[in-house]
Structures are given as C-alpha cells and as structure tokens.
C-alpha cells in the first residue's frame, strides 16, 4: 500500500493509483523500494535545453538520440543523469520510480521537443494527474508518408505490448489493452515521386499518453511517420535522408500546478527536420483552408 501511495508502482507503464486493481494476463506491473545509494542512476554532466524552471518544475527541449532514463545498454548519458548532476537526486521528484528522478512523462529516444520534468513532489503530481485528466495539452508536428485526405481525424485504437517484439507496441483489444486516442490535422500536403508515395505534414494532439502512441496509431492508419525505423516504410529512398522519425513534440499547454498560472511554450523544429520541409517545398499541394485541431 505504502509503495502505491508514493507513486513507486506503474501498471502498463502508468502510476497506479488504486488501492484495489484487478491484474489481468499480459499486464505488467513494476514497482521500486529506496534504490541503494550506490544503484542510484549517477550524476553526470549533459548539455540541457531548458526553455523554462522555477522552484517547483521545469520545461525542457529534448534533442533527439537523448534517453529520458537510464536503461539496458543506456545507463548513462540521458536526461535523469543531466537532471541528477544539476539538481541533485534529493532535489527531484520520484514519480515513476526512484530510477526516474524529476521524470513526469517521456519521449521516445529519437523524438525531439518539449517536456515537463518536476522538482517538487507535490507539484509532480498533480502534473501527472494534468495528463491522466487530459489537461495539459501536448501537441506534436510529424511528416508522415502518403496522402491524407480529410483535414482532421481522430484515431481511437487501444494499444498493448506485442507479444513478440517487446519493444514493439501493437494495436489490440485484448484485456491487457489500454485506450490510446490521437486527433490530428493536415498542415501541408506534398505529391509522390518516383521513389515515395507523397507525404502529409500533420499536427497530432494527444488525448492519451501510450508508449509511442502517435507512432503505432499513424502506421495503423497507414501513414507512418517518415525516418521511423520501428514502424515505417523500409524504402530508403522514401525517408528524406532522416536516421530518426519525423516526430517533434513543439507545444505544451498547461496550469502551473501551484501558482495555477496559464502557461504555453512551443519548440521550432529542429534543423535536420526543417530542412526535410524545405527540399519538400516546390512538391506542396495548395491548401484552401486550414482547420486547427478540435
């Protein structure tokens, strides 16, 4: 009970907050007691872009190739141990387990852009319970390969682990499914060539947050993020030169979980994603209208 209370127990990848949870085949539970100081992610020193901080929390902009925390064969150089070396261990908050420092939500290795880490317990939390309640709001561009016709969408499909590739979520409607909801709308639209079917530039709000959930709903879809070495097309040619996906997470809007200030900031596109849009620039298909998501 006391490691529920504390936030050291995930179900699926999330904080389970329930005393009393029925466990189903196939879902997987973790959990943590106090880590011994010596297996303690260490204190490193990594280059942070931070966009924002103050005593409570702060916005960061993740490059890609960057892991959010230490894992198999990425046990150092990743956001926590940056985090640890600037804060310190006892400076962040635990939230997903004492191997997380700071961490309140992640983004893939190779998707670039904004994320909320948090100093403060207390404020940690209720910027999860923020995301668990679909109010804070978590924008993301993506290039993805083929046409896409309407102008927004909305995809609702349960995701789950697959049974074969671990490292691969799948959609499924299995008991160890969990809901995952993506809207999106078309910025751009570019005509194929010879060697690609086209692409659509398309901005994705979350409404859930799955492991790679945006990634696994466009390849359901059939338009796959560009460079998606996991999910995508596996023509060479098609990817724009791109060794990492076409996933930028450019905007976060969210109440300051004490002051309850309103706050936004957004993230331009790094350079080696822009610069696939300009050499996409003389392919755009002339839109008559824009319409922002819902």
Not at 15 to 38: F, M
Not at 70 to 76: D, F, S, V
Not at 89 to 108: M, S
Not at 182 to 187: G, I, K, N, Q, Y
């Amino acid at each position: 009970m006391r490691l529920i209370e504390e936030g050291r127990v995930l179900l699926n990848n999330s904080r389970l907050t329930a005393k009393k949870r029925i466990v189903l085949a196939g879902d997987l539970v973790e959990y943590t007691t106090s880590l011994p100081l010596q297996l303690r992610p260490q204190a490193e020193y990594v280059a942070l872009d931070i966009r924002y901080e103050d005593e409570y929390l702060m916005v960061i902009s993740k490059k890609a190739g960057m892991v959010v925390h230490p894992t198999r064969g990425h046990e150092e150089g990743t956001l926590v141990n940056a985090l640890i070396h600037r804060y310190g261990y006892e400076n962040l908050a635990i939230l997903q387990g004492d191997d997380r420092p700071g961490i309140v939500h992640r983004l893939d290795k190779d998707t670039s852009g904004l994320m909320l880490a948090a100093k403060n317990q207390q404020a940690g939390l209720k910027l999860q319970e923020g995301i668990r309640s679909r109010n804070i709001v978590r924008r993301y561009q993506a290039l993805v390969h083929g046409y896409i016709a309407p102008e927004t969408g909305l995809v609702d499909a349960p995701i789950a682990r697959g049974n074969y590739e671990r490292i691969r979520m799948v959609i499924d409607d299995g008991p160890s499914s969990r809901e995952a909801i993506t809207t999106f709308a078309v910025l751009d639209r570019f005509e194929a060539q010879a060697h690609d079917d086209g692409y659509t530039y398309i901005e994705c709000k979350l409404h859930t947050g799955r492991t790679h959930q945006i990634r696994v709903h466009m390849e359901y879809i059939g338009h796959p993020c560009v460079g998606d070495a996991v999910y995508g097309r596996t023509k060479p040619a098609a990817q724009m030169g791109l060794e990492r996906q076409f996933l930028h997470s450019w905007q976060l809007n969210f109440e300051h979980p004490v002051s309850k200030e309103a706050m936004e900031f957004t993230d331009d596109l790094p350079q080696e994603l822009s610069s696939v849009l300009v050499s996409l620039d003389n392919r755009r298909i002339p839109k008559h209208s824009k319409e922002s998501l819902v």
